[in-house]
């Protein structure tokens, strides 16, 4: 059996712990702290978030999106596949890293989703953006951690308590979406968005492609208020 390779490491700043890239033949995995985050066999239902939200804003002109957390860049390439050739993308990402390894060896996996000209990287945490904008986006997706209730980073809780999601709200055009990937369905979740201001769908998606693999939970959240 092939062993997995280590081939890089990344510090993930102000938390003292460090991302892992590794490689096993043409598979790849980025871990934090031994514990697998994404895996390049398994991305289906992260392409599932880009799709859900785009193709409801894909008719907008200029439609801005804002995607939190580039991973391995599979959400970002589907997020393009449904958005017109006037729109904006702006990827947030915290570790500097991760925009290395997609421009470099896990570019192909997604097809190099960063050398599309609607792409814009901010190496910044998505939070921080939140926080500083107003009625820019058409779209946010988010996909910076295991869901509200598995946070493998506990900074990253604000995202998804009242405060980070009237962030959001605040961040987003009139009838604007909030998509949001979970490992699995979080009612106390849904109510917050309730809560805030958005009108909330909840869809199943699984993690290999439509029908097979684990069940994974995207909310659709539009801004209502």
């Known amino acids: 059996m ?3 390779e280590l081939l890089e490491t990344a510090a993930v700043r102000d938390t003292g712990v460090e991302l892992c890239l590794y490689r096993r033949g043409a598979e790849f995995s980025i871990r934090l702290e031994g514990r697998e985050l994404m895996n390049s066999r398994v991305h289906g239902s992260e392409e599932a978030l880009g799709e859900l939200a785009c193709e409801r804003i894909a008719d907008r002109p200029a439609a801005r999106v804002l995607v939190g957390g580039l991973g391995m860049g599979f959400t970002l390439a589907a ?10 993308v702006v990827v947030s990402e915290l570790v500097p890293e991760v925009v ?19 792409v814009t990287v ?17 779209a946010i997706l988010l996909d910076v951690d295991n869901g509200p209730e598995a946070l493998p980073q506990s900074g990253n809780s604000w995202l ?14 009139a009838e604007g979406l909030l ?4 490992a699995g369905p979080d009612a106390a979740f849904s109510e ?6 958005f009108a909330v769908e909840e869809v199943e998606v699984r993690a290999r492609g439509y029908t097979r693999g684990a069940r ?4 659709i959240a539009r801004r209502i208020s």
């Open 160 to 173: 998804y308590g009242r405060a980070g999601l009237a962030a959001a709200l605040a961040a987003l055009r």
């Open 79 to 88: 997020a393009l596949s449904k958005l017109g050739l006037d729109a904006e």
């Open 179 to 182: 998509a949001v990937w979970s």
């Open 122 to 138: 901010r190496a910044i945490d998505v939070a921080e953006l939140l926080k500083r904008e107003r009625s820019r986006y058409d």
């Open 216 to 219: 994974h939970t995207i909310w």
């Open 100 to 118: 290395s390894w997609s421009r470099g060896v896990l570019g192909e996996l997604a097809k190099h989703p960063l050398r599309d000209p609607r």
């Open 192 to 197: 917050r968005l309730r809560a805030v201001g």
């Open 2 to 4: 092939i062993q997995w």
